[in-house]
């Protein structure tokens, strides 16, 4: 079955850390490109890093310096590490997977995983 099976995400406090990850079922990740978004209640989703097929990493100014988005191609996932948490991340995550091929692209999503930062 194709698809992204998320994990990690929970409960921790300002100034924790968590890490998150992404793992393709079914396909092949290092052929795509990976984006992480996220969904606080009542605002839109946003983008929050990206990370191309050679590895060229991307953060939203909100999280540049304390998220890092990286790829094991070995393992067939990707993980976002989220360092020096604040109440704001808090929000629902979500792991995109893309490429085109031949004109016709091809996206997947994770289901979201929850990320809470409350004291």
């Known amino acids: 079955q194709v698809q ?6 929970g409960l921790v406090q300002p100034g924790g850390s968590l890490r998150l990850s992404c793992a ?4 092949r990740l290092d052929y795509y490109a990976i984006g992480w978004f996220r969904q606080a209640p009542g605002k839109q989703r946003e983008l929050v890093a990206t990370i ?17 988005l990286s790829r094991d191609n070995a393992k067939n996932t990707v993980s976002l590490q989220m360092n020096s948490l604040k109440p704001e991340d808090t929000a629902v995550y979500y792991c995109n997977a ?3 091929i031949v004109g016709v692209p091809m996206d997947y999503w994770g289901k979201g995983t ?4 409350s004291s």
Not at 24 to 27: I, K, L, N, Q, W
Not at 114 to 117: A, I
């Open 98 to 100: 893309r490429r085109t």
């Open 4 to 9: 992204l099976v998320q994990a990690g995400g």
């Open 114 to 117: 929850l990320v809470t930062v």
């Open 24 to 27: 393709a079922s079914g396909f």
């Open 52 to 68: 191309t097929i050679s590895g060229s990493t991307n953060y939203a100014d909100s999280v540049k310096g304390r998220f890092t």
